[in-house]
């Protein structure tokens, strides 16, 4: 069974540094990789995907993350926080196989920007 | 591109009442359609698949009668909450995936309290 670990439920930067989120997953099969970012009370907003071709993923609003297949990771970065990012960042998976669709997420990482 | 709407945004109820969140796609057609439900501070749990025209298939856990699940047009699915008790108070989330891509795209969410 697929599962999504987001290492640290809070991430505080300050404004101007570099923002790392952290993504590892399992799957006997790399699966599809996305970030989403979501403000409060509001839905989920696409930041990057993974599906194939290029490793280094480039999404909006100045966010870039990696697959790395040695490391079952996915990890989210931006060299240079601004006070807008702060927000909460779901990482998640959906299966390669079967075509459900299905998305399966991680708990969550609370990013706050500190003046 | 790729909007998907829902309404109501919040929804305030008596106990013993039912309620329907619409989920729309604006400018494409869903196939597939998912509703996810989130508590404070939590991650999204998938409730259940929508696929336009047949019927929706549920997470382990989740009870089909309490929420019914209609996807009767290619851009329109609808979630009722049958019989509502506090303890259905969240935020309703649905999706909606483009043909058989492996994006979803977010609602805006509905928050309903049942009193």
């Known amino acids: 069974a697929q599962s999504v670990t987001q290492l640290g439920s809070h991430v505080s930067v300050s404004e101007g540094a570099l923002v790392l989120l952290r993504c590892n997953y399992s799957s006997s099969v790399p699966p599809y990789l996305f970030w989403y970012v979501q403000y409060p009370n509001q839905g989920l907003q696409l930041l990057l995907k993974y599906t194939t071709g290029a490793t280094l993923v480039k999404g909006i609003n100045g966010f870039e993350a990696e697959f790395k297949k040695s490391e079952t990771s996915f990890h989210l970065t931006k060299p240079s926080a601004h006070m807008s990012d702060a927000a909460e960042y779901f990482c998640a998976v959906s299966a390669r196989s079967g075509n459900t669709g299905k998305l399966i997420f991680g708990q969550g990482t609370t990013l706050q920007v500190k003046p | 591109g790729a909007v998907v709407s829902q309404h109501p945004s919040w929804v305030i109820c008596k106990s013993g009442t039912s309620v329907k969140i619409e989920c729309r796609s604006l400018d494409f057609q869903a196939t597939t359609m998912f509703w996810y439900r989130q508590f404070p501070k939590q991650s999204l749990m998938l409730m259940a698949t929508?696929?336009?025209?047949?019927?929706?298939?549920?997470e382990q856990g989740v009870e089909k009668d309490k929420f019914l699940i209609n996807h009767a047009s290619l851009t329109l699915s609808t979630l009722t909450v049958t019989s509502a008790h506090p303890e259905d108070s969240s935020f309703y989330i649905c999706?909606?995936?483009?043909?058989?891509?492996?994006?979803?795209?977010f609602g805006p969410g509905t928050r309903l309290l049942v009193l």
């Open positions: 999706s909606a995936r483009v043909g058989t891509g492996a994006t979803q795209y």
């Open positions: 929508s696929n336009e025209g047949s019927k929706a298939t549920y």
